[in-house]
């Protein structure tokens, strides 16, 4: 028998609270004829706030499994934050690279595509942070089609012993 190290799927969820509170800071703004902080990274409204909880923290990072239910295309960033953006304005050092690109361009039901050194190497830098951190939010952005109800996400990792 092996030592395989069991797998651990975490899907990302919507925090729709965040997104809110993001939503309504660029609302805020625009009333009040304001301008954004310097280096401030306001949310657009192609976009929103999403979260892995990590119950595990010794984590590899396997793979990514991106459904997209129709023809578009999904960008997802890493933020650096420990996040109170009631507290605190999401600020654009605190976005990460690599960024994660998927797209289905085809009607059928095919998995998404991806540029995958760059999912991997994003997958990688989760499982890095996830070292440190319970919780990491992400910044979704959907384009060409591409929605919140139409994006199933997750990411798998190897938990080391």
Same mark, same amino acid.
């Given at each position: 028998?092996?030592?395989? #190290?069991?797998?651990?799927?975490?899907?990302? @969820? *919507?925090?729709?609270?965040?997104?809110? $509170?993001? /939503? !309504?800071?660029?609302?805020?703004?625009?009333?009040? #004829?304001?301008?954004?902080?310097?280096?401030? @990274? *306001?949310?657009?409204?192609?976009?929103? $706030?999403? /979260? !892995?909880?990590?119950?595990?923290?010794?984590?590899?990072?396997?793979?990514?499994?991106?459904?997209?239910?129709?023809?578009?295309?999904?960008?997802?960033?890493?933020?650096?934050?420990?996040?109170?953006?009631?507290?605190?304005?999401?600020?654009?050092?605190?976005?990460?690279?690599?960024?994660?690109?998927?797209?289905?361009?085809?009607?059928?039901?095919?998995?998404?595509?991806?540029?995958?050194?760059?999912?991997?190497?994003?997958?990688?830098?989760?499982?890095?942070?996830?070292?440190?951190?319970?919780?990491?939010?992400?910044?979704?952005?959907?384009?060409?089609?591409?929605?919140?109800?139409?994006?199933?996400?997750?990411?798998?990792?190897?938990?080391?012993?």
């Amino acid at each position: 028998m092996g030592s395989e #190290s069991p797998d651990t799927e975490l899907h990302f @969820r *919507l925090d729709s609270q965040l997104t809110e $509170v993001m /939503r !309504l800071r660029v609302q805020s703004l625009q009333q009040r #004829s304001q301008k954004r902080q310097e280096g401030e @990274r *306001l949310l657009r409204p192609n976009e929103a $706030v999403y /979260r !892995l909880d990590f119950s595990k923290q010794s984590l590899r990072f396997s793979h990514w499994m991106v459904r997209l239910a129709q023809p578009g295309r999904l960008t997802i960033t890493a933020t650096s934050q420990l996040w109170t953006p009631d507290l605190t304005n999401l600020m654009t050092r605190q976005l990460l690279e690599p960024v994660g690109v998927f797209w289905r361009t085809a009607a059928e039901d095919a998995p998404a595509q991806c540029y995958e050194a760059d999912a991997a190497e994003f997958g990688e830098r989760i499982a890095e942070l996830a070292k440190v951190r319970k919780v990491m939010y992400f910044l979704f952005a959907f384009a060409e089609g591409c929605s919140h109800e139409s994006v199933d996400c997750s990411i798998t990792f190897m938990v080391d012993a």
